[in-house]
């Protein structure tokens, strides 16, 4: 058969083999590019499905009346498993059974072999044949597949932490999750038997029938809250979210149990609200205070100035507020109380300081600032809270004391004698009291 073209299909496929490999590979591989296969990978079973083919034609040119009956294809069975394996569908492999066929046809034109009409419907059948074996695994996977996706939804619905629900426009529920039935405390058949309605509370039951009415012209819900009614009488806040299948009656629903959130929420309001008022009565007091009062945060920046700062000063929030206190110290002592105030911060210690502070005329005053830190009930840092004296008074009260202890020192140095001086009245002092026996005086006589 060396050099010879091949007289029939049967022959064909024995001598042109590997033509006929190579032919449906150039062909079917940018078909599976996407999945990145090996040419050994795309050849799989196709040698040993070629081997079947021939064996039936063989067949068949012994007996051309008879179109072999379908029968089980090991090679194309587990080709199909292959494919199935490395991501290929049943589009794909459908799309390559087809080439190899287009393949065997390609080679007989090629051969130029006229093949009887009969011997390319046994052909043709033993692919379609080959391809229904193929597909065989597909079709257990999907159904496989289906199962235990719905296992899955199944366990996902029961055991997740949130409330699912499936509710019926009519205002009954249809089905409930075990979670749904745990927070609320009512059994499945109670839920079923009553209208969900009447376990809103009363002040939810408008909102709640809007969104159910925007339910049904299926705009999906979002975000909304309201209370449910619990089997031992209490309410539970709940967040939904839901979407509707209208032509079905449904509302696919799903919520969560917020009513701790909403405990602590109205707990931390109502804290706000006490610290609001605190902090009013705060500031009220501060502000008819007598010395100048300031607050200021773990980092520092000042978030409160009473007043008295702003009527000293001339300052105003915008201006003040923050580190712009900084800018109503005299240039000359920014530098130390800058240094100062940051230290005591990063410390946490109480601090005192003088400096000129500048009033709103224009003109430099000395004041004495001192400040204390703040913390919670925790320990934690919260600032500090400090004050703002006007001691010039003291200040000049102290210039004026120096510089007259300084006059005071200087005439007491002016008006002292000399050495000179106090030797000569001491020299006269001893004199007068040696001779003091011989004076008239001293003798009695008058």
Partial sequence: ????SPASLSELLDTDRDALLEDWVARVSPLFAPLRMSREQLIDALPALLDELHAVLV???????????????????????????LGADVPLL????????????ARAEHADLDVPLAQWRVLCACL????????????FDSAERRHAEAEEREHFFQLSPDMFCIAGLDGYFKRVNT?????????EAELYQHPYTELLHPDDLASTREELRKLSQGL???RFQNRLRTRDGRYRWLAWAARPVPELGLIY???????????????????????????????????HAPVMLW??????????MNRGWYAFTGQTEVTGLGFGWLDAVHPDDLGRTQRTFESANATRQPFRMDYRLRGADGHYRWAVDTGSPRFDAEGHFLGYIGSVIDISDRKQAEVEREALLVRESAGSARWRPSSATRARRASSSRTCSTSAASCPASSGWT
């Fill in 179 to 187: 979670y749904f039935i745990h927070v609320l405390g009512w059994s």
């Fill in 94 to 105: 459908t799309r390559e059974y087809a080439l190899l066929r287009d393949c065997v046809l």
């Fill in 253 to 287: 629903a799903a919520a969560r149990d917020i009513t701790e959130q909403k405990t602590v929420a109205q707990e931390r309001e109502r804290l706000l609200e006490a610290v609001r008022d605190s902090e009013a009565r705060f500031r009220n007091m501060a502000d």
């Fill in 295 to 304: 607050v200021t945060d773990a980092r520092g920046s000042t978030t409160y």
């Fill in 220 to 222: 999906p819900t979002l």
């Fill in 128 to 139: 379609d044949n080959a391809l229904a074996q193929a597909a065989i695994p597909f079709a």
């Fill in 59 to 85: 067949e068949a040119e012994e007996d051309p009346d008879r179109l072999p009956p379908p029968h089980p294809s090991e090679s194309a069975v587990a080709h199909g498993r292959q494919r199935l394996r």
């Fill in 1 to 4: 058969m060396q050099g010879r």
